[in-house]
């Protein structure tokens, strides 16, 4: 498989929901397809070169990332929206339907222990896109200033919730010293380190279409023309929260 790469030869995998029970969610991919995909890129000698990421930092999340540390030697990278923290994941479209919350404070330090990364996924979740200087200034910097006391690590790393980002929001995330910034488009020639591409993988997804959305070929450009198309969808997300006054 030879899919576009950053500059360290990694490419990223993006997960978001991992649950057994059912999920009203397209996102969500059980933690046992989880394994089994992990157990396949190791056997075919892929798995150093291939990152995994996982979005909205919730609480079911303890059940399967340290078996991810512990197994296969992986650093899974939470990204967690620090307003968030023990609360409710209210935000999401399906919660009426699959009630989540967020990872709680001391769950945060105990899976920083254990080997997992954290990074910022705003404080509160917004489209940073739309937010006013002095907005954008705080999400980025209570995310960071939290994350750094709960883990005991410096937090240079973010994912801009709902994948939305600008050049205003990059240039400030740069001044508060972040370092990498993650995307949900699909990994591309005008990459950068604050606009890092990744591999959304989804609960329709399979071995076959993963491996394809990491490689090139027929498939590979298939695959990527689903994922934008998918990626699309989340923009409606934002517009439904803000129907209901979250934003």
Same mark, same amino acid.
């Given at each position: 498989m030879t899919g576009r790469r950053d500059g360290r030869g990694m490419r990223y995998l993006l997960f978001h929901k991992s649950l057994s029970r059912f999920s009203f969610s397209s996102t969500n991919f059980s933690p046992k397809r989880l394994i089994r995909l992990i157990s396949r890129l190791q056997s075919e000698g892929l798995l150093d070169t291939v990152g995994f990421t996982f979005d909205d930092g919730y609480e079911h999340y303890l059940d399967i990332l340290p078996l991810l540390v512990a197994q296969f030697g992986i650093r899974p990278l939470v990204f967690m929206p620090t307003g968030l923290i023990g609360k409710p994941a209210t935000w999401d479209y399906s919660y009426r339907v699959c009630r989540l919350n967020h990872l709680e404070r001391r769950s945060i330090? =105990?899976? +920083? $222990?254990? /080997? @997992? +990364?954290? /990074?910022?996924? %705003?404080?509160?979740?917004s489209d940073l896109t739309g937010l006013s200087p002095r907005r954008l200034d705080m999400e980025l910097k209570e995310s960071r200033d939290i994350l750094s006391d709960l883990t005991g690590s410096r937090v240079d790393t973010i994912s801009?919730?709902?994948g939305?980002?600008?050049?205003?929001? @990059? !240039? +400030? +995330?740069? !001044?508060?010293?972040?370092?990498? %910034?993650? $995307? =949900? *488009?699909y990994p591309a020639a005008q990459d950068r380190a604050m606009t890092i /591409?990744? @591999?959304?993988?989804? %609960?329709?997804?399979?071995?076959?279409?993963? !491996?394809?959305?990491?490689g090139q070929g027929?498939?590979?450009?298939? !695959? *990527?023309?689903?994922s934008a198309v998918v990626n699309q969808l989340s923009g409606g997300t934002v517009l439904l929260n803000r129907l209901? %006054?979250?934003?």
């Open positions: 330090r =105990s899976l +920083a $222990v254990q /080997g @997992v +990364a954290f /990074g910022s996924h %705003g404080h509160t979740h801009y919730p709902f939305r980002w600008n050049d205003r929001v @990059v !240039e +400030a +995330a740069e !001044e508060f010293g972040y370092k990498r %910034g993650f $995307v =949900s *488009r /591409g990744r @591999v959304s993988v989804y %609960g329709f997804d399979t071995q076959l279409s993963i !491996e394809a959305k990491l027929r498939m590979y450009r298939l !695959e *990527r023309y689903k209901r %006054g979250l934003k």
